[in-house]
């Protein structure tokens, strides 16, 4: 839901200026003003979450005379669809929830702008360095369609396990560096009376994040770029095999908290602040979905996943997805608008109010250096700047979601004793192949 602030500020605005005349000298192309950017045209931007709307301010202090009132969208799909087959789209889109745009439809369609060029324009910030330069390594290829930039996903989605610092100072627990560690500390977790490890077993995607963060930081980048592109034999490579015994290890070992294969994601992180489990896989979003149940001093803190062994390819690895993609329509009445206000939103200070206000993470390098924030965010910010440029990502899943959940279901299976490794390797490669041959299904490639 959007701001009240938000939305008066945007009403306002759009009311003051409607009477503004529009014979204003024609703009000029400078680095100041990258896209031709007209001053005085109305920019249409719709939005699924508040920090959407942030940038408008921004704009409206460089281009004083537009009018730029942010709306939000509940039903995306429902609403937008038929502007765009009819010509008439908004300037710019944020596109999140579960009724987000189907992205893939409208790239085939030829609907969205290609974003190189915002990529290529000066910053805001700083005129002498490039967009690109200003943003961290690896996120913007979230938004890449066969090689060319379709949509800029603006948040950045550390994934890795929950604890409690304070649950573990007072029981002398430190923080697992090797999977070996980590078993070992689940077996004193066991011993004082809890569950380990407790997951979403309803949403078995959680673990099978774990198994393939697991398996680059083994056998580096390259073995997710495989999965990415269906490769021939991509999941039967030996760091996925490692992995997937590796995650096995805590059910046959009796490190799974009770029950954990029927909770959905609510129960399992509901048990978890309760202590009656000690770790929890899950995304950064996590002290913001469950703010209103973390108990007072319980300081929630994230870890990377631990590699399997003391030598592994990705030492710092760390997955984090680049998730809200924002698109500029190809057929916006104010495309350089709506390019311009992508470009107000990179810029450092309106990422650091989105980190502020919306306790997330953003794509913009360093705008959350020397803020204010809890455990749950500092700690996801640290283990984002050690991981440098061994950023752990993987896009089959945005791709193809079918596909995805059949990975995701096989790898419950496995964790609940259903399915033996072979077969589990054997279930996925299986539906890879026969993906990789579906020619109704659009594929992409990643280099």
């Not at 038929?82 to 908004?90: L, S």
Request: net charge negative; proline share 5%.
């Amino acid at each position: 839901m959007l701001t009240r602030r938000m939305l008066l500020q945007g009403a306002l605005a759009g009311a003051v200026l409607s009477g503004c005349s529009s014979g204003r000298p024609a703009p000029v192309v400078s680095p100041g003003n990258p896209f031709d950017v007209d001053g005085n045209a109305a920019l249409e931007v719709v939005i699924t979450e508040d920090f959407g709307g942030f940038a408008a301010a921004a704009y409206r202090d460089k281009h004083a005379g537009a009018s730029v009132a942010p709306k939000g969208a509940g039903q995306l799909s429902a609403e937008l669809l038929p502007r765009f087959a009819a010509g008439n789209p908004p300037d710019v889109v944020l596109s999140t929830g579960d009724n987000e745009l189907e992205l893939g439809r409208l790239v085939k369609d030829g609907q969205l702008t290609d974003l190189q060029q915002l990529l290529e324009a000066p910053s805001w910030d700083n005129q002498a360095a490039k967009v690109m330069d200003t943003l961290l390594p690896n996120l913007i290829d979230a938004g890449r369609y066969d090689g060319t930039q379709r949509t800029l996903n603006y948040i950045a989605t550390v994934y890795g396990l929950w604890y409690s610092a304070s649950l573990f100072q007072s029981n002398g627990w430190d923080v697992p560096h090797t999977w070996p560690d980590l078993l070992a500390l689940g077996t004193d977790m066991k011993a004082a009376g809890l569950g380990p490890f407790i997951y979403a077993g309803a949403h078995p995607y959680y673990v099978l994040e774990l198994v393939l963060t697991l398996a680059a930081k083994t056998g580096g980048a390259d073995v997710l770029k495989r999965i990415d592109n269906l490769d021939a034999g991509a999941w039967k490579d030996e760091s996925v095999t490692r992995a997937i015994i590796a995650v096995g290890e805590l059910t046959k070992r009796g490190l799974m908290a009770p029950g954990s294969v029927q909770y959905d994601h609510f129960r399992s992180q509901e048990r978890f602040f309760l202590s009656k489990a000690g770790m929890l896989p899950c995304g950064s979003w996590l002290g913001n979905e469950m703010k209103t149940l973390v108990p007072p001093n319980f300081a929630l803190t994230m870890f990377a996943v631990p590699p399997l062994d003391a030598s592994p390819a990705l030492a710092s690895g760390l997955h984090v997805a680049a998730t809200a993609p924002f698109l500029v329509p190809e057929k916006a009445k104010n495309k350089a608008g709506g390019l311009e206000y992508l470009r107000a939103l990179l810029s450092q200070d309106v990422a650091a109010q989105v980190s502020s206000e919306s306790n997330q993470l953003t794509i913009v390098r360093g705008a959350a250096d020397g803020l204010e924030m809890g455990t749950a965010l500092r700690s996801a910010r640290d283990l984002l700047t050690a991981a440098g440029d061994q950023v752990i990502t993987w896009y089959f899943d945005s791709w193809y979601p079918d596909f995805a959940n059949v990975a995701a279901a096989a790898t419950g299976q496995f964790l609940a004793g259903g399915l033996q490794q072979s077969e589990w390797t054997a279930r996925i490669q299986a539906a890879a192949d026969k993906l990789k041959q579906d020619n109704a299904v659009t594929k992409y490639h990643r280099d």
